[in-house]
């Protein structure tokens, strides 16, 4: 499968417990993003990143989230603490270039549920 | 800021029907523009794009035109099928000399095709 890659699908946590989400990207992109879909609502752009550079966190909430990309390996987005307004569904996205004109491919998305 | 504005569903038609659904936009620069499809339980799919104005983009018998002087770029298909059933969402994309191509994302619209 040469798409983007996430998992778990699915990952339950309870309040205080810290969730890893795992986003492969596509062969060849070296861009990915990070979304939040909240119930009911649409995508919401979290943090940009390239091999081992953070590029643009401004849609990440200052505290208990993190993201890496590292040289080898997928991007992780990392929650710590858990809580219940935490539960949505996290998308990722890969592209192959910075460019505007270039679309971004999605994975399949995390639903996470705090319990 | 830049934003996209998308019609409230759900739209619920009959198969073979004509759809459209709204979208605006407002962009400081000059964004490429997006239609995903997202099925249950699944990530978005990208449907169609266009780059600069006047540009149509197509896709599985849906279309839709970037209208610069009404800022808008409406989805359209003649005759809907069951298949279709799923959620629209209209986005952006826009390096607005920054360094972040991130998705502007409207707030989805359900589409629901009755046989």
């Known amino acids: 499968n040469a798409g983007v890659m996430q998992n778990p699908r699915h990952l339950v946590r309870r309040r205080g417990q810290e969730a890893r989400l795992r986003c492969s990207p596509m062969k060849g992109h070296s861009h990915v993003y990070w979304y939040r879909q909240l119930p009911e609502e649409g995508l919401k752009f979290m943090v940009y990143?390239?091999?081992?550079?953070?590029?643009?966190e401004s849609g990440m909430p200052k505290e208990r989230f993190s993201a890496e990309f590292p040289k080898e390996g997928p991007s992780i987005l990392r929650i710590q603490q858990v809580v219940r307004g935490d539960s949505a569904a996290y998308f990722c996205a890969s592209s192959g270039s910075i460019y505007s004109d270039q679309p971004q491919h999605f994975g399949d998305g995390t639903r996470l549920s705090i319990l | 800021g830049n934003s996209v504005t998308q019609m409230e569903g759900p739209v619920t038609l009959s198969e073979e029907a004509f759809l459209t659904i709204n979208c605006t936009y407002t962009a400081t620069g000059y964004p490429s523009l997006f239609w995903y499809v997202q099925y249950p339980g699944e990530g978005l799919q990208l449907l169609l794009k266009?780059?600069?104005?006047?540009d149509k983009g197509s896709n599985k018998g849906f279309e839709a035109t970037y209208r610069k002087e009404t800022t808008s770029f409406h989805l359209e298909k003649g005759s809907v099928q069951v298949s279709d059933s799923a959620v629209y969402f209209c986005a952006l994309s826009d390096l607005d000399g920054g360094a972040t191509n991130k998705l502007i994302f409207g707030t989805g619209t359900l589409l629901a095709v009755q046989p």
């Open positions: 266009a780059t600069k104005a006047d």
């Open positions: 990143l390239q091999k081992e550079n953070i590029i643009d």
